[in-house]
Structures are given as C-alpha cells and as structure tokens.
C-alpha cells in the first residue's frame, strides 16, 4: 500500500475559481470519468472516491498542523488542541503522534514501512538551528523509529522529493541537480511499494500553489501531478493498494488564497479500496489503513 498525502486539495463545484475542474488531468479523469470536483462520487471494482470532513466539529478553517496529524494518526487533533493549529505539531500533537503514528503502528506488527521522500543537509542545519520544526509526516516517521532518506537515496532513485520533478530542489541546493519527469518520480514511488508493505510520500506543492507561493499557476501544478500519478499507476504493483487524501481544502479555490471548510478527497485504487467504504473524515483514514492490514488500531482520544 502507498498512501500518497496531497496538502490542500479540497473539493469544489466545477466553476471557474476550481483549477481542479479546468486543469489537464487525463490520469484522474479517465480513472474517475470526470474532474476531481465536489460532485465526483466513484464507487467501483478496485477504485473509490469519497469526500472527508476536515472540520471535525470544530470552528474555523482547518488547518496543517492538526489535520495532518488527524490523517496520520486517526485522532481528533483539533479536538484535543481546542481548535485547529497551522503549521508545525504542538508539543501535545507531538505526543498524539508518538503514541498513535500511522508508520509506527504498521512497524510493530512486524510490518516494513517507509517515508519516501527525501531530507536535505540543509533541512537537518535549520533544524538544529531552531530556524525550522518537524512536520506531522516528520513526526510519523520518527515515531516508528524509521531512517529519514537523504540526497543519496534519492541519486540512486530510492527516494522522492516532495517536488516531484526537483525544479524547487535545484533553487533550494544552488547546484545542478537533473530534473526528473513526473512520470518517472511516480514510477520510483511504485518500486518503493512493491518493496515494502506502506509507503508514506507527502507533496506540498498544492498547498503552495493555492497560498499563491510557487511561479506556476495551480493548473499546471495540477498538470505535473497528474503526470505522476500516472507514472504511479503504470507502474502499479498489481496486489498494492493507493490511497489518497488531503489534510484541508486550499487549492480547489482561486478566490482565496487561505484554506477552506471545503471537504478533502479520498481516492482509493486497488484491492484495498473496499476498506475505507465507510470513511467520512480524515480520522477514518488511518484507521482504514490498519484495517486491511488487520490491525488493530490505538486510537483514543478525541
């Protein structure tokens, strides 16, 4: 199974504020038969699409810190917090994902997981610098006691850059690392699952792209995904399961550059998908996940 974290996809009527509804994604069309938009529903043989709550019964716009933690762990995170938190885990999100991480969970029944995407000197030096703090899917990972990938890893083709293509990678390194297409990012991903039994990779290049952040309008950022899902899915292992979801609305609305209380999407493609049938927010994600390992999952509180 590859759970694939997009940040910031909400789902919304096909108008023309919703670049998911204009954007050239003929991957996601053809396996839903339609845009990714507000009225998609799919429930079929070996693909599933449904919509999530991200508010979970709390006031505001939802947000990173809480929602990814929500997604990667199971719990209510903005329940617990009293509200929902941007950005980087609070030390209380902090001890909800050391308790209840997804990959953790997966790994202590013996299970091999990973993170795919890869760290670069540079992160570890701001971190120790205490100019940058851990994300949730940071957090996850360390949870379970997993190694971070590096820039080697990623030479060698065993990681994936949370830009997929390494455009944003080769401005942040100031040196001349090859860009990679989409398709073959999706395809480096596809050998990761076929090596292990989960596999965590985040983007967050959609969630930039509808703060307004990237030099790219949001279709073509939609384009350049859709290119590696679909690298992704020919190179799909036939027994894995992907799934994919989102911690909040963002991107889905052009009028706004903050987030939205829009619902996320779910896409679940291969034999797993009949497990999250019944999902309806994105505490139900993790929980989902274990159950078609046969886990019984630690979720507690909220």
């Not at 994604?25 to 507000?38: A, K, Q, V, Y």
């Not at 909800?96 to 670069?120: C, E, V, W």
């Not at 307004?212 to 859709?226: F, I, K, Y």
């Amino acid at each position: 199974m590859c759970f694939v974290f997009l940040d910031g996809v909400g789902l919304a009527p096909p108008d023309e504020h919703n670049p998911l509804a204009r954007a050239a994604m003929p991957t996601l069309r053809n396996l839903l038969g339609g845009p990714l938009i507000d009225s998609q529903r799919t429930s079929q043989d070996g693909v599933l699409l449904r919509a999530l709550d991200a508010c979970l019964g709390v006031e505001g716009l939802p947000q990173s810190a809480t929602g990814q933690t929500a997604l990667f762990t199971g719990v209510n995170a903005a329940a617990v917090a009293g509200g929902h938190m941007a950005a980087y885990p609070t030390a209380p999100l902090q001890e909800i994902i050391a308790r209840h991480s997804l990959l953790k969970q997966i790994t202590d029944q013996g299970l091999r997981a990973t993170f795919a995407n890869a760290y670069t000197p540079t992160y570890w030096q701001r971190v120790a610098q205490g100019k940058l703090r851990h994300s949730a899917s940071t957090l996850t990972t360390m949870a379970a006691g997993l190694p971070l990938r590096t820039l080697d890893d990623l030479a060698r083709g065993e990681a994936v850059y949370w830009d997929i293509t390494h455009a944003v990678l080769r401005s942040l390194l100031e040196q001349d690392v090859p860009l990679l297409e989409p398709e073959e990012a999706g395809r480096r991903l596809a050998r990761l699952t076929a090596a292990h039994d989960l596999v965590l990779f985040e983007s967050f290049l959609t969630d930039l792209a509808g703060h307004g952040r990237l030099p790219w309008p949001a279709t073509e950022v939609l384009t350049l995904l859709d290119r590696f899902l679909g690298g992704l899915l020919e190179a799909w292992p036939a027994e894995a399961t992907l799934v994919v979801s989102s911690d909040h609305g963002n991107l889905e609305d052009s009028r706004t550059l903050a987030h939205t209380r829009n619902p996320v999407p779910l896409l679940v493609v291969g034999p797993g998908a009949a497990a999250f049938a019944q999902a309806q927010a994105i505490t139900d994600v993790t929980p989902a996940i274990l159950r078609w390992f046969q886990i019984q999952g630690s979720r507690s509180e909220g």
